[in-house]
């Protein structure tokens, strides 16, 4: 079964920084899709950066040079460092991976969300 962990979320002053971790377990991170997403109240949830398998990686526009996404020192992790914080990135974060079943289906996992509130 695979699971998803966040931790590291909390309150910041605008400007601040604040270090995302996502931890899974049943699956290898090292070998799929990983990323984030954030869901704003009132929002849809939209994609933040993403690692694909070749190790590219995608950042949206609006967290170019803030955000940046790596695979953790620690086994099966995947991390999102966020520098220069906005009340706009205000949001539950998600942390997500690609998968494929053993029906050769494509499957998403997610995790609960961890909420991030950037105010002064």
């Known amino acids: 079964q695979v699971q998803l962990v966040e931790s590291g979320g909390g309150l910041v002053q605008p400007g601040g920084s604040l270090r995302l971790s996502c931890a899974a377990s049943?699956?290898?991170?090292?070998?799929?899709?990983v990323g984030w997403y954030r869901q704003a109240p009132g929002k849809e949830r939209e994609l933040v950066a993403q690692?694909?398998?070749?190790?590219?990686?995608n950042y949206a526009d609006f967290v170019k040079d803030r955000f940046s996404i790596s695979r953790g020192n620690a086994k099966n992790t995947v991390l999102l460092q966020m520098n220069s914080l906005k009340p706009e990135d205000t949001a539950v974060y998600y942390c997500?991976?690609?998968?494929?079943?053993?029906?050769?289906?494509?499957?998403?996992?997610w995790g609960q969300g961890t909420q991030v509130t950037v105010s002064s």
């Open positions: 997500f991976v690609d998968w494929v079943g053993r029906d050769y289906s494509s499957r998403r996992s």
């Open positions: 049943g699956i290898s991170l090292s070998s799929n899709v």
């Open positions: 690692i694909i398998a070749s190790g590219r990686i």
